[in-house]
């Protein structure tokens, strides 16, 4: 994601009080929004992985002073943070280009042509998998099965299926990546496609007791079934 892209850092208020965390890097849009996202959660901690997505979608990766702020702001360690975001393939603790190209070079793709696929991607950038293109806007890298193995060799951009691919059909993408042409399709990297949630972690408790009055009922019906079936077979 190119920088004027992005809302401009802002420090968040220093507190005033020993109960509220400092955050320093965050701004303060990205701030209110984790905290909205916090208190959907019993635990703040629960809501770690909500707010990495929010950094990254801030920075377009995860900067160690975001991690900082994240960590500060649900009660862990920095390095608890850091240990989580790098568990997770979706969270990038290194700078990213503005799109994260994925070719998938997994069975179903693999025999399809990924692996050529890739070589070509490789040169046509001229970069490894796994480096950003000297723009810096585009990162190139190989992934493992992403769900989509009917359409062979998979790409994906942004985590955004794009179909499948060859090498001609892989260049005109990148071109109109380069362009411009398909930012409402694909946003910046670190977008997420999900609607934001307002509403908390509630279940409506009468609808999952009467659920499991009747999961059991059934149960003891299956067994009454079976011990009819034994008596009757003696
Ligand atoms: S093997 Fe490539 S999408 Fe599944």
Redesign the pocket.
Same mark, same amino acid.
């Given at each position: 994601m190119s920088d004027t892209a992005r809302p401009t850092p802002v420090a968040a208020p220093r507190p005033t009080g020993a109960a509220a965390p400092a955050v320093a890097h965050l701004s303060a849009e990205t701030v209110t929004r984790a905290r909205e996202l916090i208190a959907l959660y019993p635990e703040p901690r629960s809501a770690l992985i909500p707010l990495c997505h929010l950094a990254q979608e801030q920075d377009g990766w995860l900067r160690p002073e975001a991690m900082e702020d994240i960590a500060a702001l649900v009660g862990v360690t920095p390095a608890e943070v850091y240990g989580t975001a790098t568990f997770y393939d979706m969270l990038h603790t290194e700078p990213v280009g503005r799109y994260l190209v994925s070719v998938? =070079?997994?069975? &179903? !793709?693999?025999l399809n042509g &990924?692996q050529e696929l890739l070589e070509h991607a490789e040169e046509s950038l001229g970069v490894n998998a796994g480096s950003t293109t000297a723009d810096g806007v585009i990162t190139l890298e190989e992934a493992e !099965?992403? &769900?989509? !193995?009917d359409? =062979?060799?998979?790409v994906q951009v942004n985590h955004r299926y794009v179909g499948a691919q060859t090498a001609e059909s892989f260049d005109a993408l990148v071109a109109d990546l380069r362009s411009g042409a398909r930012s409402d399709e694909i946003p910046d990297h670190g977008t997420l496609i999900r609607v934001r949630r307002t509403t908390g972690l509630e279940a409506d408790r009468a609808r999952v007791a009467a659920e499991r009055a009747a999961m059991a009922e059934a149960q003891q019906g299956r067994a009454d079934e079976a011990a009819a079936a034994k008596g009757g077979n003696a």
């Open positions: 998938c =070079t997994n069975i &179903a !793709c693999l &990924a !099965c992403l &769900a989509d !193995c359409r =062979t060799p998979c």
